[in-house]
């Protein structure tokens, strides 16, 4: 069923805003409409910290976007889906109960991550992928009980969902109890973005009447409009507590695009991106009765017609904001305009109530989360010319009560494409960021910057950088782009790449004075790395030729108890070009448990590709995709390995050409069991196969 809080924004009373008599209307009506928006401008993404808007102030702000959005002659309807990040310290979510098993592969301990599965040790709850057959679009929740003695697994309840207006489920929550899940919390964006229809023509006369038009503006009228239909992000809470029976208990729809979520014991944190819109305005208007006709519904439209609205199981849509409860950047400007209202909403999906709602006006592309506060990072990219691109990084303090504006800081140069929020880490009261310039040949710099709030004020004020004076060595060598970042503790590895793999080593432990302790340079590169204790690194990416082309999938364990020499200790390589892991930028692939003091169990997903030669050319051909096992044993001695001990196979190329499923293929590890989750289906099996 399609939610409710879009119906509002379809029917725009013709009303001035000052209120809604006759007599202001007409006399409204009575003065000239101003439709000269070339004062207007685009609010720009700038350093300084945020205040409270008024209704008054917020109002003339949205309105100007949409007046800037008419003059530049775009919708905004047409805005892709920012990625959610994604869109995490050296953490295992292992949940409590039935033994030792593994949980969702996070970047910050407590912190959890929504994934298409997720397991609590006894059952799997797996959200499978959209099939399409000739009966439509199809997709469930599945739960099935695993039994570890035996390396099985059972499937109790398979709960279609509604496909119609919600997509299939991309994230997952489990909520929690002392009695254990009592709930798992799915979370849906809307299945339809964009319509297409004929255009809405508003070009009248003054008496009324349609004006005559040319050949040319009636070729315009004719042409096929985009226009934004209902977008919103749907939270359903399935009551489990019968497995073989679960049931809908509890739901709310929020108008908006998803950007990310997080959770903190059981209260949810979605983070949206709400684009306000008048869905009769004519984007092409170029005659002065249409673009009156504009302005007119512009003025007319209320404040609270243009904020997001939420629904409580399909009931009356409601404000998610008032409309003096926005933030807006303390340096906007009476003719700024800015359409992105950022919003973190807070629910606790214990007692099914919306805790709190914070509005933020400005633009919002990474989301990085600690136990203590959420970060929204928005990057300047329209410097370019003069090279001097930056970020902006907001601070909103986490409670029991919701969610507080803390502070906001800037720093040089962007967060990158590769995996950005883990280049970002609060500890010990400090927010260490990796941020990426770029000079006038196109040349990356990379510089550490650590900032701190500033007693007394709402500011994040940089407290050191890296390189500086006294350590001036580079992150990086010339050319090279950073593929990798993780922090652990006092310590940051930094991988960079152009033809080689250094491996950077960064001390932390004195905030004010930090420095590059070591680097280490190999083949290849890596995308993901995982701290193991202080003391060692896994590592995922791929190889690479001398000329810097990547190859197969690649894996190692690296030494770091002397920083100043980090050393690796064992690698593997698989497959030609083309072989894949969905884990290379996707964390929640690979899965970590604690066998034992002596070992830790890795598991992540592979494509295998094999280079076919022939006399003409060079191609690749997919083999299979599978499960590959690792173990890294001699923890408890110091003499570790890195050790390839078994593949378990989801599709091979012996039984078909090309693979079907991928995107969720993850490894649960509960014990001496394996559970491989591939596409819709389970493969249970143990840990080791017998020889």
């Not at 401008?41 to 008054?56: F, H, I, K, T, V």
């Not at 004020?457 to 060595?473: D, F, M």
């Not at 190889?543 to 999938?553: C, E, K």
């Amino acid at each position: 069923m399609k939610p409710m809080v879009k119906i509002a924004l379809l029917s725009l009373p013709l009303v001035a805003c000052g209120g809604g008599s006759n007599s202001q209307h007409n006399i409204q009506k009575e003065l000239p409409v101003n439709t000269d928006y070339s004062a207007l401008s685009e609010s720009q993404l700038e350093p300084g910290p945020l205040r409270q808007a008024s209704a008054n102030e917020l109002s003339e702000l949205v309105k100007n976007g949409l007046r800037v959005s008419l003059r530049q002659n775009q919708s905004y309807g047409m805005m892709i889906r920012e990625t959610a990040v994604t869109d995490t310290n050296n953490t295992l979510d292992n949940k409590s109960g039935g033994g030792d098993f593994s949980g969702t592969n996070v970047q910050i301990a407590n912190v959890d991550e929504a994934d298409s599965v997720k397991y609590d040790g006894k059952y799997i709850y797996l959200a499978t992928p959209t099939e399409y057959t000739e009966a439509g679009a199809t997709a469930s929740l599945k739960i099935l009980a695993t039994d570890p003695a035996n390396a099985s697994v059972s499937e109790v309840s398979d709960t279609p969902l509604d496909t119609e207006h919600w997509g299939s489920v991309s994230e997952m929550y489990l909520v929690d109890s002392t009695q254990g899940t009592t709930g798992v919390a799915t979370i849906r964006r809307s299945w339809d973005f964009i319509a297409f229809a004929d255009k809405v023509v508003n070009d009248v006369s003054a008496d009324g009447k349609p004006l005559v038009v040319d050949e040319a503006d009636t070729a315009r009228n004719a042409m096929i409009w985009p226009y934004q239909m209902d977008n919103g992000i749907e939270i359903t809470l399935f009551d489990v507590r019968t497995p073989t029976t679960p049931t809908k208990s509890w739901s709310m729809s929020i108008d908006g695009d998803l950007l990310s979520t997080r959770k903190i014991g059981n209260t949810l944190y979605i983070i949206s991106s709400f684009v306000p819109s008048v869905p009769t305005l004519d984007y092409a208007a170029e005659t002065k009765e249409a673009k009156i006709a504009n302005e007119e519904l512009i003025l007319a439209t209320q404040i609270e017609k243009l904020l997001p609205e939420y629904s409580i199981n399909g009931g009356s849509p409601q404000p998610l904001n008032s409309a003096n409860g926005c933030m807006i950047p303390a340096s906007t400007a009476k003719n700024d305009g800015h359409l992105n209202l950022i919003n973190i909403t807070a629910i606790n999906l214990s007692s099914q109530q919306l805790i709190e709602s914070v509005c933020v006006n400005s633009n919002v592309e990474t989301v990085y989360a600690s136990t203590e506060s959420i970060y929204l990072v928005g990057s300047d990219y329209s410097r370019w010319e003069s090279w001097q691109s930056f970020s902006v990084v907001h601070r909103f303090a986490l409670n029991t009560n919701g969610v507080d504006y803390s502070a906001t800081g800037s720093v040089e140069g962007v967060l990158g494409w590769s995996s950005p929020s883990f280049r970002m880490d609060e500890h010990d009261g400090v927010l260490r960021m990796v941020t990426t310039s770029y000079g006038e040949a196109g040349e990356p710099v990379h510089q550490l910057s650590i900032l701190q709030k500033a007693n007394g004020r709402s500011e994040l004020e940089v407290i050191a950088q890296l390189p500086n004076k006294t350590q001036p060595e580079a992150i990086g060598k010339p050319r090279e782009d950073i593929y990798g970042v993780r922090f652990n503790g006092d310590k940051a590895y930094v991988v960079t790449f152009e033809r080689k793999d250094p491996l950077y080593v960064l001390d932390l432990a004195n905030p004010l004075a930090p420095k590059i302790a070591g680097q280490l340079e190999v083949p290849g590169f890596s995308t993901y790395l995982h701290p193991i204790g202080d003391n060692y690194l896994f590592a995922l990416g791929n190889d690479a030729t001398s000329d810097g082309i990547a190859t197969g999938v690649k894996v190692a364990l690296y030494d770091i108890r002397n920083p100043a020499q980090p050393t690796e200790i064992s690698n593997h390589v698989f497959g030609s070009a083309y072989s894949w892991s969905e884990a290379l930028y996707d964390h929640r692939a690979l899965s970590f448990l604690n066998a034992s003091a002596d070992q830790l169990r890795i598991t992540l997903p592979v494509s295998l590709y094999e280079e076919v030669k022939t006399e003409e050319f060079v191609s690749s051909r997919w083999v299979n995709t599978s499960l590959y096992q690792f173990e890294v044993n001699g923890l408890a001695d110091g003499k570790l390995s890195l050790d390839h001990v078994g593949v378990v196979i989801g599709e091979s190329s012996e039984n078909q050409e090309y693979p079907f499923w991928g995107g969720n293929d993850r490894g649960i590890l509960h014990g001496d069991a394996l559970f491989y989750v591939h596409g819709p289906k389970v493969i249970a099996g143990p840990w080791k196969k017998a020889d």
